[in-house]
């Protein structure tokens, strides 16, 4: 009975929440409408200043200015019909291998000793060791033979030229092939007796130099 | 008891004031009922109205509508999107007198500081004056407008008004033209498009023209340094595909500025591109020999020409600068730009024929262009009897204008057909207009040959680009100077093609009244003041179109090579 009497109360509170609702809703669609209006306006008016600042860099970068600065300094021209290249074997044809000039003498460095490799030193030999191959040859020690081409043509040269077997040192420590050429001593070089010791014991670091 | 009792009997006047009342209590009851329902519909609609702004409505807080990006006047841009001329707001600084309230001499006084186009008494005077608005400066810088401001003066007017701003000042001034102060357009595209550009709903996308800015950059350049070095009063240039008939390039010298057009003399705003019409000289003979062998007049290149040092006829007298005093073939005439061999050429081709052909490649008539600035060309009208027939052929007596030249280039190299040039860019997929024909194919093929020898061998060596197969015709032409030739003052052309063993675009130049120098061994022919610039651009822009150098690619010389007597035979 009080139910059935109340069904109208109810009905008005259902339909004025129900109205509600529906203006709330259309309330959000209107603020998510204004939001993106201003996002709409803050773009358009990032493209007005983006046309403004074009406008600026067109104009302080025009073509005649960048030809009158060529002209005056940098002075870049046109490119010659000899500097277009057909196909990427042409363009292979230009780039030469760069010839290095023949090493007539060994390039001699002068190094102190590093106290790196003294270590492998002293381990290797027993006790006396260290002090023993200090003195018989210091020479020996201090001189380092570089050489000057990469690994690569280095056994072409070493094989054909008489001057590679000059840095006894160096071929026998920097080259893969070097028991080949090392053989032979050079005239130059002064400790002879002791050097294929050296190059056993400080043959990993003295290669990597 | 029957009689009625007059106390009991109502009086009429009394019944009748009780039936008048209730119609008059009617009446109200209605009247109310009708002024209730007037104001239950307003509360209604007042209502109805409210919720209906509460669910579609604008918040309060809403700004005005978006900002319409869309300029007062359509902008122009070129073939690849860089803007050629835009609007832009200015500031402009106005002033009041009425409105000024500070010290006028003081004022005046720093007015003539800020602003020395006028000095302080000028600006006094204007101060004191009974006029309404003055203007002071139209596109001022901020700077200026800021000290302006900093015065604090209310009679100084400062605003912002759009204004036409052409970003790369004198590059294709004649082509863009200009506006007038109230921006409509008084030249140009300006004017040619005017109703396009302030249209409202075309406005908003830019104005895309054929017009290459790095390819006119060029050839302004080119162009502006041969002026300089020759002396010359003026020059122009075009460079045009072929095929569309878009113009790439178009130039006029000397230079103008479009910003500030006013200032220019007339001279500079002159565009001798489509204006100007000239005797263009030389470069007409390739048209006589296309029209000549299209007819059939001339079957092969190594057709022989009695060519004596001095050719006389109807009275006159034709001079060569080479003169062979021998017979010679079309090949040799050509190369060595041969007055009298081009003109027996034009004369078995014949009065009728020439004028026929002349007016399908459009020389008759204005130039085809969409600008309005256009030149009438200048011809022998009624009196085209034999002299003028030769005459013609060999580009004398008859003025038109260099991008005539440039059209009728492009419909001899492009297969034959004649389209009007046009400065709207072409899109790649587009179609092109039908064209008419105005040559057969077999004489657009067989004419490459010919060009290219007049560059190889000939008058135009200086034009040559090595590995671009330039092929052209130069022309020297004598001015009238007070109805007379004289040898004194010439207008020198080139018209080139390239590259022409499959012609692709068209290039000419023409420099007015070019001087002598001691580099050209006193000449001031064509082949020596405006075929270099021909090479330089053709260099600097052949890579930009597209063109690839390759020195080991000709056109088909066997065409002409056999019928060439090699020097000292």
Redesign the interface.
């Given at each position: 009975m009080s139910a059935h009497g109340f069904k109208s109360v109810f009905m008005v509170g259902a339909i004025a929440s129900a109205a509600l609702g529906c203006y709330l809703v259309s309330l959000r669609v209107a603020s998510e409408r204004a939001a993106l209006e201003s996002v709409e306006n803050r773009i358009v008016l990032a493209q007005r200043d983006i046309r403004l600042l074009n406008t600026e860099i067109g104009t302080r970068g025009r073509l005649a200015q960048l030809e009158r600065w060529n002209v005056k300094v940098i002075r870049l021209s046109a490119p010659s019909a000899d500097q277009f290249v057909e196909s990427s074997f042409q363009l292979a044809t230009l780039g030469k291998p760069e010839t290095r000039p023949a090493i007539e003498a060994p390039v001699i460095y002068a190094a102190a000793p590093a106290p790196a490799r003294r270590e492998p030193v002293v381990t290797n030999d027993d006790g006396s060791g260290p002090a023993l191959t200090r003195a018989t040859r210091p020479l020996g020690e201090m001189m380092h033979v570089a050489g000057y081409s990469k690994p690569e043509p280095k056994p072409v040269r070493a094989a054909t030229k008489p001057v590679a077997p000059l840095k006894p040192v160096k071929t026998a420590t920097a080259d893969p092939l070097g028991p080949l050429p090392g053989a032979r001593t050079s005239a130059k070089s002064d400790g002879g007796a002791g050097e294929p010791r050296i190059t056993k014991t400080t043959k990993d670091p003295g290669s990597r130099q | 008891m029957n009689a009625p009792t007059p106390a009991l009997v109502a009086r009429p006047e009394r019944l009748r004031l009780v039936g008048q009342r209730r119609q008059i209590l009617a009446v109200m009851h209605q009247r109310l009922m009708i002024g209730m329902i007037i104001y239950g519909a307003i509360v209604g609609f007042i209502l109805v109205r409210l919720i209906y702004l509460?669910?579609?409505?604008?918040?309060a807080?809403?700004?005005g509508g978006?900002?319409d990006?869309a300029p007062e006047r359509g902008d122009v841009v070129d073939r690849d999107g860089?803007?050629l001329a835009?609007t832009?707001d200015a500031w402009t600084i106005g002033m009041q007198p009425a409105q000024i309230i500070g010290d006028k001499f003081a004022l005046a006084q720093k007015l003539g500081q800020l602003m020395p186009e006028k000095d302080a008494a000028t600006y006094l005077a204007m101060l004191r004056s009974k006029q309404k608005f003055y203007y002071l400066r139209r596109r001022a810088a901020p700077g200026l407008v800021d000290a302006i401001n900093a015065l604090g003066e209310p009679g100084l007017a400062l605003s912002r008004e759009p204004d036409r701003?052409y970003?790369?000042?004198?590059?294709a001034a004649h082509v863009l033209g200009y506006t007038d102060v109230d921006g409509n357009g008084s030249a140009g595209v300006e004017r040619a498009f005017n109703d396009r550009l302030v249209d409202q709903s075309q406005r908003g996308t830019p104005l895309k023209l054929s017009i290459s800015?790095?390819v006119?950059?060029a050839l302004e350049?080119h162009l502006q340094a041969a002026v300089t070095e020759f002396s010359a009063i003026g020059a122009a240039g075009i460079i045009m595909n072929i095929h569309t008939g878009e113009i790439l390039a178009m130039t006029s010298l000397p230079q103008l500025n479009p910003n500030a057009a006013g200032n220019g003399t007339p001279e500079a705003r002159f565009n001798r591109a489509t204006l100007g019409v000239y005797e263009l000289g030389s470069t007409f003979k390739p048209f006589t020999v296309a029209m000549a062998m299209d007819a059939g007049v001339v079957k092969s290149m190594g057709q022989m020409y009695n060519c004596p040092r001095q050719f006389h006829v109807a009275g006159r007298t034709i001079n060569d600068t080479h003169p062979f005093g021998r017979a010679c073939s079309v090949a040799e005439i050509m190369m060595e730009s041969s007055n009298i061999g081009t003109a027996q050429i034009a004369q078995q081709l014949g009065s009728v024929r020439q004028q026929a052909f002349l007016r399908k490649m459009g020389f008759l008539d204005k130039v085809a262009i969409e600008l309005r600035e256009r030149g009438r060309t200048l011809t022998p009208g009624k009196n085209w009897n034999l002299i003028e027939t030769l005459t013609v052929g060999y580009g004398h007596g008859i003025a038109v204008t260099p991008l005539h030249l440039a059209s009728g280039y492009a419909a001899l190299f492009n297969g034959g057909i004649f389209r009007p040039a046009t400065l709207l860019k072409v899109d790649p997929g587009q179609k092109v207009g039908p064209g008419r024909r105005v040559f057969s194919e077999d004489t657009s093929y067989r004419m490459r040959a010919l060009l290219r020898l007049v560059v190889t061998k000939g008058t135009g060596k200086k034009a040559d680009a090595?590995?671009?197969r330039v092929g052209g015709k130069t022309g020297t032409a004598e001015k009238l100077l007070n109805g007379r030739y004289t040898s004194s003052a010439v207008v020198t052309t080139f018209a080139g093609v390239f590259p022409m063993e499959d012609p692709r675009f068209v290039i000419v130049a023409m420099l007015d009244d070019p001087k002598a120098t001691k580099d050209t061994y006193g000449f001031h022919t064509a082949g020596w003041n405006v075929a270099p610039v021909i090479s330089?651009t053709i260099?600097?822009i052949a890579?930009m179109l597209g063109v690839?150098?390759?020195?080991k690619r000709e056109p088909n010389m066997a065409e002409v090579l056999p019928y060439i007597r090699e020097k000292g035979e």
């Open positions: - | 509460a669910a579609f409505g604008d918040h807080g809403r700004k978006a900002i990006l860089q803007s835009l832009i701003l970003p790369q000042t004198a590059l800015s790095p006119q950059q350049h090595p590995g671009y330089k260099s600097r890579p690839r150098p390759d020195k």
